[in-house]
């Protein structure tokens, strides 16, 4: 940027009370890291085997179920690491031997890539759409499905039904979970990390199973395949069930979790979240819509993302505008590094008020009428 770019200065009463609008890691709310802080000398630095840390495990396990309105018979499922471990693991303990994959963006393509390579099962079926669009699942003769519900990198958000009555589905959740509203009769397992729409930390993998992935998950752990322990699903279903993981996990992300799934259920569960995303990005959307610099990259309106939306900037430098951003305090708001675009990422997840939608729509306008 240029001297007098960078010297763009957004008026105080422009900016957003938060300007923290990052796809993940996400803005954790200031309520939650408070309550952290008073918890902390009984809770962080302590065993996560002993009562205080199950006890906050278990929270977050029930307020999920809750969430999520989850049939009795579901489980909620946790261990070390983030989605890219579960990748791994479930291509041990959950793939049998072909699985099908949706791929229209970077995460949704990253499975896909993991069950190419193990030399344990048969190639898979990739179905691919180009990004900001989304692909459709057939039925076919395999026993996993993997979809997923929310294409981070580009901001598509994708139907969720079950393609055959016959094999697992397996839904990476990603920015969707605890945003957007999903079916357990159309899912077997939904997996997600909880730095996105649950405003907590990394280090987690977090997963709802039916009973049938349960079963599979078991079965396959108990079977004659090998699997390194970090990555058998079925000892995190066991050390899960003692509301506990593995290994030592981040105490903080399990806290700021839970903190967040019980300030969404106490303010009206899924939907509420739901219609709250919808608020903010819609006004990131018809934003983009009015502006001649500026469009939504997902032309389907109804593939937008509720929670990640993405805008193609025309005639402005879209680095720049997010440079000047950050400059006055405003974080995050860059395109995804391997999509290559000439966008802004905007993040409206629960934890993002509309007021500041509102205001980072505001400063965007001012950069760009300084820029020209």
Known sequence: MSATETSISLPAGLLPKDGRFGSGPSKVRQDAISALFELAP???????????????VSRLRNGLSSLFQLPADWEIILGNGGTTLFWDAASFGLIESVSQHLAFGEFSSKFATVVQKAPHLGDPEIISSEPGTCPSAVSSNVDTYALTHNETSTGVMAPLARPSNDGLVLVDATSAAGAISWDPNEVDC??????KALASDGGLWLAACSPSALERIERLSSADRWSPAGLDLGIALANSRQQQTYNTPSLATIFLAAETVDWINNSGGLLWAEQRCLQSSGIIYRWATDRSFAQPFVLDADQRSPVVCTVDFEGVDADTVSAVLRANGIIDTESYRKLGRNQLRLATFPSVDPEDVEALCACIDYIVDALN
Request: hydrophobic share 20%; charged share 20%; proline share 5%.
């Open 190 to 195: 939904y997996y997600f990390a909880p730095q």
């Open 42 to 56: 009984n809770y962080l630095g302590t065993s996560h085997r002993q009562k205080t840390v199950r006890d906050h």
